[in-house]
């Protein structure tokens, strides 16, 4: 696929793990002709999410449209991100949303790679093992390493277990979480999400001690061996730009801006 192309595989692959959020802590899913809704009603901008819109019409059509999309967040009382891609309608929705109050919240890479040409580089760091969160205990030691190398606040920290916990483990769930262990300790997260076009990388984080080393990118890579072995062909995600190097370095190229927009917190 073109760049063009895997931008709107991007875009859409964002959506399907704001559904899975939504669901998996019970909220609803609103899947529109022209955008899919996401709200999962817990109190954390990130599990909740306008994704995909394709607004046609007037000015007026489309205003109206915005102001939809705010009501809907609004009947649950929680902030929310509207994703615009480069696939979003219209082309200018960036100013609708700036007319309805809502701010910028990030402008990121958004990234792919084709997994045949990955550099598939060893770890080089003694005593690191990646594996996937296979039970339980395996899932506490992801969340407080999530919770801990973001980090997370205490409100998003309790929302980012209530998304995560009832998705299980392993084939159970379409989502697949790792963790690196260093010397025993959890150090490094990512995970991987097996979705209708690609498979994406998600949660990527390491211990602010022990970063610098290719522990976030030996995690990286991992889920990435294990999305070959399953056939998967190519993968996209979201870059910070703490992040932007060592996907470059993996092979990951930039398809577009991710821009996410929001009311203020």
């Not at 902030?79 to 929705?93: C, D, E, H, K, Q």
């Not at 010397?183 to 990388?201: C, F, H, K, M, N």
């Not at 080393?213 to 190519?234: F, M, N, S, V």
Request: aromatic fraction near 10%; include cysteine; proline fraction near 6%.
């Amino acid at each position: 696929m073109n760049p063009e192309q895997m931008a709107g595989v991007l875009e859409r692959h964002f959506a399907e793990i704001q559904a899975l959020y939504a669901r998996a802590a019970g909220g609803e899913v609103r899947e529109d002709a022209d955008v899919q809704l996401s709200a999962s009603g817990l109190p954390a901008r990130v599990v909740n999410a306008a994704n995909v819109a394709q607004f046609r019409g007037s000015e007026a059509d489309v205003t109206a449209r915005v102001e939809d999309v705010k009501a809907f967040f609004g009947r649950f009382g929680v902030p929310f991100r509207w994703f615009v891609g480069p696939t979003s309608a219209p082309a200018n929705l960036i100013e609708f949303a700036e007319q309805a109050g809502l701010g910028k919240l990030s402008d990121t890479p958004g990234m792919a790679l084709d997994i045949a040409t990955m550099n598939d580089e060893p770890t080089t760091v003694d005593g690191l093992d990646v594996r996937e969160v296979a039970d339980a205990a395996d899932f506490e030691a992801w969340w407080q390493t999530c919770v801990d190398s973001f980090p997370f606040d205490p409100i998003i920290a309790d929302a980012w277990r209530r998304v995560h916990e009832p998705l299980g483990f392993g084939d159970a769930s379409p989502l697949h979480n790792y963790i690196g262990w260093l010397a025993g300790r959890p150090v490094a997260v990512s995970a991987i999400l097996y979705g209708r076009e690609t498979a994406g990388i998600w949660n990527v984080g390491t211990m602010a001690d022990v970063r610098g080393r290719g522990i976030g990118r030996e995690t990286t890579l991992q889920a990435l061996r294990d999305a070959r072995a399953r056939g998967a062909t190519t993968s996209v995600l979201g870059s910070s730009p703490m992040g932007f190097p060592v996907y470059t370095r993996i092979g990951f190229t930039e398809v577009c801006r991710i821009r996410h927009f929001g009311p203020p917190a």
